[in-house]
């Protein structure tokens, strides 16, 4: 069967929407396998990374750094 008589028989018109269809779907395609490869690639980025031993510096709590201020009196202004 040839292409050209495949678009013979098709309506005027139906030939180039058939073309631009099977343009997206093959970006479309594309676009998949570049993901999946990337993806691939990231996770093996991730299971090389090392992790770091011993305590991480954290924020302290209050009762490490000695807890809240007092509280305010009316007659103090507020902090700039």
């Known amino acids: 069967m040839d292409v050209l008589d495949f678009s013979a028989k098709l309506p005027q ?21 570049w993901a999946v490869v990337f993806h691939k690639r990231g996770l093996k980025q991730r299971r090389r990374r090392r992790h770091r031993r011993g305590k991480l510096s954290v924020n302290p709590t209050l009762a490490e750094s000695g807890g809240l201020p007092p509280v305010r009196g009316d007659d103090n202004p507020p902090a700039p």
Request: hydrophobic fraction near 80%; charge should be neutral.
């Open 13 to 33: 018109g139906w030939y180039q929407i058939f073309v631009v269809i099977g343009a997206i779907l093959a970006v479309a395609f594309l676009v998949f396998l």
